[in-house]
């Protein structure tokens, strides 16, 4: 009988400065010797939004390359993956303390550090781009709600490396009782992947909720993939400042139990998400 291997990995919640809530995410930070395959079934094994994976970088200006899995599929560029892999690299100090670059499947994800009792980390959202827009009356029938519970903005997908389809709804009321019936009437062709991301503006930000069953995620805890498009869909709807300097949060994840704070940003064209990371679990997984 062949003798097992062990891999350490370490459990942290993200988007939290409490334990149990925010999004946790599964950081393996010594995965060179895995491949896609078997990172794809750890991350299905684990169940959890998503599971990282460090790798040496391939690039001279990346202090190290992050691999992203769902349960159900690779992704090129992940928020709270890329805030929690950052944190592990840090408190391993294998990143330097202030600013630094991962390699991710979209490219060079810059990181910032605010120092703090306890850092704040921050990434640059990637170029956003727009996509369609979707029937109001098509998205109020896919979430169980009548049409007079949307707001009056029209649904827009956005993408940032992962393209969420944008609701916005009358209030947090709202948002708690929205549930995704259907994904298909939502989608242009059948192979599209898409994320639902719906919303209701507070006086600090936004309190939110997002769905992606295609991506093995009934329901995400936080999303900071979707939340720098989203200060750009509010932007261009006039519902937060585009001012440089401007900042607001997102609370996400209430409704499931795992309430998350996503800080966001504005500085000239760039648009960063931030957050705390909680430190939660060190175990080792053998195979």
Known sequence: MESATAYRYRVVDVFTENPLEGNPLAVFPQ???LDASTMQRIAKELNLSETAFVLPSTRSDCSARVRIFTPAREMPFAGHPTIGASYVLLDEGAAPVDN????????PIPIRVEQGVRPLIWLRTPPVEEGRKVDPNICARSLGLPAS????IPPQILS????HLYIAVKDKATVDRAWLRS??????EPNELLGVFVFATTPEGVYSRMFAPEHG????PATGSATGPLAAYLMKHGLVSGNSGTRFV??????MGRRSILHVQISGESIEVGGYVTPLVEATMRF
């Open 183 to 188: 994904l298909e009437p939502l989608k242009a």
């Open 217 to 220: 995620v009934v329901e995400d």
């Open 31 to 33: 995965a060179r010797d």
């Open 149 to 152: 519970d949307l707001g009056n």
């Open 100 to 107: 630094f670059l991962l390699e991710e499947l979209i490219g």
């Open 160 to 163: 940032a490396g992962n393209p």
């Open 250 to 255: 997102s609370e996400q994840g209430t409704k």
